[in-house]
């Protein structure tokens, strides 16, 4: 007996891409799309009808930014010159928004 290793070669594999929906209704028609239950399309008509999210837009919106952006340097800020500015700029941008519409 040879201490050799023989290495078996198994038979070459087909290779093949998924099967389309086409071809697993073929083979299996009750893989098929499946009816709507009421429950079901109830959910979908009544999602549908909800009006759309209002926007936000103009004056606002900036005064919102601005805001953020305010805030993000606030606590950022190194000396107390800088947080007293922003401060001050952060109140008077909260008092517009209470205004803006």
Known sequence: MSTKQTFEHPAP???RDLP???EVIEVDPSAG???LTIQEYKARTAAREQP???KR???RIKLLSARRLNIELLKTATNEED???YKERL???N???RGAK
């Open 91 to 93: 109140a008077a941008i």
């Open 57 to 59: 837009g103009g004056r």
């Open 13 to 15: 594999v087909e290779q």
């Open 52 to 54: 759309p999210k209002k």
């Open 33 to 35: 799309p499946k009816p």
């Open 95 to 97: 008092q517009q928004l």
């Open 83 to 85: 947080r007293q500015r």
């Open 20 to 22: 389309s929906i086409k």
